[in-house]
């Protein structure tokens, strides 16, 4: 299996701009999480999906966020308007089984830069 | 409120030293996870205990899990460069949902 696949891996855009990032799971894989990491606040949950509904999104910054998984294989997280404190890394990880300590395979992230 | 704090946040050691990260809380895990993050890569399972008081082995890695469940500790033997990167534990509560420690950043010098 290739693991988790995340798209883009950089992402440079400009403030206002609606932002798309992809991540496609381990195929068999019934959990995704996307996760944000930066320097001050270290790799935060924003929101987890399990059989592609999603479970807890109490992590999403504020309305400006959206993220879905259509179907087993494909999430996006969508950032409309971007802003500059939106930059940051940001990480899809998948696990399969519900259990608090299945391994989470995180992807390579996406690197996002507002200016 | 971060529900996980790593200390030290920073480390910069010689190869061959030993050295150890603490990973606290004020509330009790049904387990714990450590991760290891190396630059442009996603963090990368090391381990996960799960009984208080539990210890495991990984090679020069020693993790230990806190009697209350409430604190892990991982120590390396003899660092070596290779151990460069950043230490994440991760923590579950009787959910599926994984909580992650501010995280400790080690650098070995050769």
């Known amino acids: 299996d290739a693991g988790v696949i995340q798209s883009p891996r950089h992402e440079v855009t400009e403030m206002g701009q609606e932002v798309t990032l992809r991540c496609k799971p381990i195929s068999g894989h019934d959990y995704l999480f996307w996760y944000r990491q930066t320097m001050m606040r270290g790799l935060e949950l924003l929101i987890y999906?399990?059989?592609?509904?999603?479970?807890?999104d109490s992590g999403m910054p504020e309305d400006r966020f959206s993220a879905k998984m259509p179907n087993a294989s494909f999430s996006t997280l969508k950032i409309q308007p971007s802003e500059p404190r939106d930059s940051a890394v940001y990480f899809c990880a998948s696990k399969g089984g519900a259990w608090v300590n299945t391994e989470a395979f995180f992807g390579q992230g996406t690197r996002l830069t507002v200016v | 409120t971060q529900l996980l704090e790593q200390s030290p946040q920073f480390l910069s050691i010689q190869e061959g030293e030993n050295l150890t990260v603490y990973c606290n809380s004020s509330?009790?895990?049904?387990?714990l996870q450590w991760y290891r993050q190396e630059p442009g890569e996603g963090p990368v399972l090391l381990v996960t205990?799960?009984?208080?008081?539990e210890v495991k082995k990984l090679k020069r890695l020693t993790f230990q899990f806190g009697d209350a469940r409430k604190d892990s500790s991982l120590h390396i033997t003899a660092a070596q460069p290779g151990d460069t990167g950043l230490y994440l534990c991760?923590?579950?509560?009787?959910?599926?949902?994984?909580?992650f420690g501010t995280g400790t950043r080690l650098q070995v010098f050769p």
């Open positions: 999906f399990n059989n592609n509904v999603p479970i807890d």
């Open positions: 509330s009790v895990f049904s387990s």
């Open positions: 205990v799960v009984t208080g008081g």
């Open positions: 991760a923590g579950g509560r009787n959910t599926d949902k994984l909580i």
